[in-house]
């Protein structure tokens, strides 16, 4: 506003000199006072749009950098996923290993029953031919209900 006076004052002095009408000089000065104020709300728009430029652009950033987040985070899931996959066949082979040693183990408790079956069919037959062997013979007319005694008083 300073500055409008002063260029009105200047217009006046210098004016007064060129022999300008003070109707036209008034005139200039109102339209030089419209320009300041189209000027000034002119500034003003642009100085909102900055801002919403401003505004506009640091949610872009933002986005952006939640994008790239979301990113990061998907390339650690599926990162996560192909290490679980490969955790979870590992531990199905494993699996299947244990069911074949515990077949294995089935079969062999199966024969050890076998063996210890075998065994005391064995030892019960040796046992048993070695009872006929330790039996004296028999003699004809003894019994072995006499105790071994003779037929003869």
């Given at each position: 506003m300073r500055s409008l006076r002063l260029v009105t004052a200047v217009a006046l002095l210098g004016g007064g000199c060129a022999g300008i009408p003070p109707a036209q000089l008034e005139a200039q000065v109102l339209e030089a006072e419209r320009w300041r104020?189209?000027?000034?709300?002119?500034?003003?728009?642009?100085?909102?749009?900055?801002?919403?430029?401003?505004?506009?652009?640091?949610?872009?950033?933002?986005?952006s950098l939640e994008r790239a987040e979301a990113e990061q985070g998907r390339a650690a899931v599926l990162e996560e996923l192909v290490r679980t996959e490969a955790d979870?066949?590992?531990?199905?082979?494993?699996?299947?290993?244990?069911?074949?040693l515990e077949r294995q183990l089935n079969e062999l408790k199966e024969l050890k029953e076998m063996h210890e079956e075998l065994s005391d069919v064995w030892y019960e037959s040796a046992l048993e031919r070695a009872r006929r062997?330790?039996?004296?013979?028999?003699?004809?007319?003894?019994?072995?209900?006499?105790?071994?005694?003779?037929?003869?008083?």
């Open positions: 104020r189209e000027y000034e709300a002119e500034r003003e728009r642009t100085e909102a749009l900055a801002m919403r430029m401003a505004a506009l652009e640091s949610s872009l950033e933002r986005l979870r066949h590992a531990l199905e082979e494993h699996n299947a290993q244990l069911l074949a062997r330790m039996q004296p013979p028999q003699q004809s007319g003894t019994s072995p209900q006499d105790g071994g005694k003779t037929g003869t008083p």
